[in-house]
């Protein structure tokens, strides 16, 4: 009989083999799933870093922002704490529109970047709702010196039209709830019944109420006060109190701040004795203009409004809740409605919301 011996072991390590390499895919298969789910997982904490970082750049929005020049861009939020991190960067584009990028990433236990993610945002400012139905409205009585002191007739402050465009036309020059309105020589400005014009028309603006916009004042101020803008190298100095930013245009001017318009806020009364500014003027107590004090944007008083000396002037819309007693506007006070000051104030005090298509987009 022909010798068979060892055909036993051959097959044996023919099995082994085939099992051996079974083993072998499984394992790579399995490897290559755990390292799949390990990238989807990394991934996705990434793309989850990104879009926290969006929300909350989006819930704390920056009114410096609103400063930025078109096509410059800000980093305003950093976060790298942890297994992962992101980082929000903001540019703007044109008036009020605004493009956030929030980049998120995962990193491993040495700090290795695992995974990254870029979500971006469309946004546009939606101003704050300030009722300028007039140059002046009144929730208490009055006296005014004549009808040269409130004017309603829409005008552009000087060197503005550029940012401004053309004048809208006028409104009223005087809205009151019904107070009596004295006028001490020649006729009385156009003066509107407004049943509508109450307590509500000077504590709340929209969604944002004067307590909340004053909580979230940009600066915070006291007593008496003389406003300038400042500059250093080549930056408007935002943070000084006396920067109220630039309602100027030309020689003399401090370019940097013709867009800063801040949200400044007075608890008590205030004595504006002089200087400029723009934006929006919140006093909780009276409010004295002297010194030739001039002012663009919005100005809400809960208490009166007085003249010191040198008077002043306010381009816009003043507001004044005559909480404290009659409001006494002298001859060389001066209220001019403008409803590009207004709306320049506004938009910089808005609140950013997403366009209602075509916002979001995974970038990466």
């Keep these: 009989m022909r010798n068979e011996r060892g055909a036993a072991l051959l097959l044996a390590v023919v099995a082994l083999a085939a099992v051996g390499a079974m083993v072998a895919g499984a394992f790579l298969a399995g490897w290559l799933e755990l390292r799949g789910a390990a990238s989807a997982r990394h991934a996705i904490a990434a793309f989850e870093a990104a879009e926290a970082g969006a929300v909350e750049a989006v819930a704390g929005w920056s009114r410096a922002l609103g400063r930025l020049p078109a096509g410059t861009d800000s980093v305003v939020r950093r976060d790298s704490s942890g297994a992962v991190g992101h980082v929000v960067t903001v540019t703007r584009l044109r008036g009020s529109a605004f493009f956030l990028r929030s980049q998120g990433w995962a990193a491993g236990g040495a700090g290795e970047p695992l995974a990254r993610r870029m979500v971006g945002i469309f946004l546009r400012l939606t101003p704050l709702a300030v009722e300028h139905g007039s140059a002046l409205a009144l929730g208490g009585p009055a006296r005014l010196a004549d009808s040269a002191v409130v004017s309603g007739e829409d005008a552009v402050p000087a060197g503005w039209s550029a940012a401004c465009g053309a004048a809208a036309g006028s409104v009223p020059a005087v809205r009151t709830s019904g107070a009596a309105i004295v006028v001490d020589s020649g006729p009385a400005p156009a003066v509107v019944l407004d049943t509508l014009l109450g307590p509500a028309s000077f504590r709340s603006f929209g969604v944002r109420s004067f307590a909340e916009l004053a909580a979230a004042a940009d600066l915070r101020v006291s007593g008496t006060v003389v406003p300038a803008p400042a500059a250093a190298g080549g930056r408007c100095t935002a943070d000084d109190p ?26 008590g009364s205030l004595v504006v004795a002089g200087g400029r500014g723009q934006g929006i003027l919140l006093v909780g107590g009276d409010l004295e203009l002297g010194g030739g004090a001039d002012f663009r944007g919005v100005v809400v008083v809960l208490g009166r409004v007085t003249s010191g000396p040198g008077g002043g002037r306010i381009a816009g819309t003043l507001l004044v809740a005559g909480e404290t007693g009659a409001t006494l506007l002298g001859p060389d006070i001066r209220v001019a409605y403008s409803s590009c000051a207004v709306s320049r104030a506004a938009v910089a005090a808005g609140t950013p919301e997403r366009l209602r298509e075509g916002a979001w987009a995974e970038l990466y």
């Design 242 to 267: 006396g920067n109220w930013g630039e309602p100027l245009t030309g020689a003399g001017s401090v370019a940097p701040c013709f867009d800063d318009r801040p949200v400044v806020y007075a608890p």
